[in-house]
């Protein structure tokens, strides 16, 4: 009997883990190094490119405003993002802001490096919409 409780309580255990929105992605922040092809760089007097994940919150900015969003991941690697805020300030086009906001609107899945150093970012086609390298 203690066999099957130990059993029940380590699949339950499993199953718990297997929908937690984490993976390689929890507590962990990225600096985004690329959109859309295009190399991101830290403009002067403005925040550095960057992504951060919690155990259920995604935050980001390219440089002025910041995007906050629920997010989801399975084991796959596909990642949904949820509804979120966004701070609205006047920010240069250089930073490529709005351009970010709708990639995060594609972004179906995710890859990793197998250190986890590198994440990409990718639409229902493969392509890669945003790559980051995990912060120092």
Do not use: W
């Amino acid at each position: 009997m203690k066999k099957v409780l130990f059993l029940v309580a380590l699949v339950a255990c499993l199953m718990m883990n297997s929908c937690k929105s984490g993976s390689v992605l929890t507590n962990k922040s990225y600096a985004l190094t690329e959109l859309n092809g295009f190399e991101l760089k830290q403009v002067e007097s403005h925040r550095a490119p960057k992504i951060s994940f919690t155990d259920s919150l995604m935050s980001a900015t390219v440089g002025c405003n910041l995007i906050n969003a629920s997010y989801t991941v399975k084991p796959d690697g596909t990642i949904t993002f949820g509804m979120g805020a966004m701070t609205k300030m006047y920010c240069p086009d250089a930073l490529r802001e709005d351009e970010f906001v709708a990639a995060i609107d594609k972004v179906v899945r995710y890859q990793a490096s197998a250190d986890g150093k590198y994440v990409n970012f990718l639409d229902r086609d493969g392509k890669i919409l945003f790559r980051g390298k995990m912060a120092e």
